[in-house]
């Protein structure tokens, strides 16, 4: 009981943060076998912070779990759901042929999360935010893998949601111009180096 409980989400009943890092790496071990890629898909709620503050959080609670549900039906035997925390939930599809096999299964997941859900009395459509990291082509380690799907969830968040985007290269390079430049203004106003 004390194990399950270590590696479960109390929620969802999906597997927690720790028992996914567990399989993103078996994923990966086991690929590196078989010739077959691993995607790890990154998925967030669009505005769920919305649901919760209008709905509550029971509501946002039950929404959870009916998207855990529904991610569950989305995968194939031996995929991974799991969820983060808050309204991050992670997919890990393993043993795909080729990198355009990952598409149809992400268009899925966004369909299928966009269906409306009832709610207490209350129909609610939700949008997804997907970002897709790819193993070996992106990163070769669990956590680089998911720190790039993150990358490129956000990069979907940002051109307005309801949108899956696969990491590139040029996101890291952004991201890091984007540190330096406002680590750059903070010295630069820790220093009275701005006037107005």
Do not use: W
């Not at 691993?38 to 669009?46: E, G, K, P, S, Y």
């Not at 959080?57 to 991974?80: E, K, N, P, S």
């Not at 890990?92 to 990952?102: E, N, Y």
């Not at 290269?169 to 203004?185: K, N, S």
């Amino acid at each position: 009981v004390m194990r399950s409980l270590a590696h479960t989400d109390p929620l969802t009943g999906l597997p927690n943060r720790r028992s996914f890092l567990e399989r993103l790496e078996q994923a990966c071990t086991s690929r590196r076998e078989r010739d077959a890629t691993v995607a790890l898909l990154f998925i967030d709620l669009d505005r769920f912070k919305t649901v919760n503050d209008s709905l509550g959080h029971r509501q946002g609670d039950q929404l959870l779990r009916a998207v855990a549900d529904r991610l569950r039906q989305c995968v194939r035997d031996g995929d991974t759901v799991a969820r983060l925390g808050g309204d991050e939930f992670v997919v890990v599809l393993s043993d795909m042929a080729d990198v355009d096999d990952i598409v149809p299964l992400a268009r899925k997941i966004l369909a299928t999360l966009a269906e409306p859900v009832e709610i207490g009395r209350q129909l609610l459509s939700v949008n997804t935010s997907l970002g897709i990291a790819v193993y070996p082509r992106d990163s070769e380690t669990a956590d680089t893998l998911l720190q790039y799907a993150d990358t490129a969830m956000y990069r979907a968040k940002a051109s307005g949601g309801n949108a899956m985007v696969f990491f590139t290269p040029e996101m890291m390079q952004a991201l890091t111009e984007r540190l330096q430049l406002e680590a750059g203004l903070r010295r630069a106003i820790d220093a009275g180096e701005l006037r107005l």
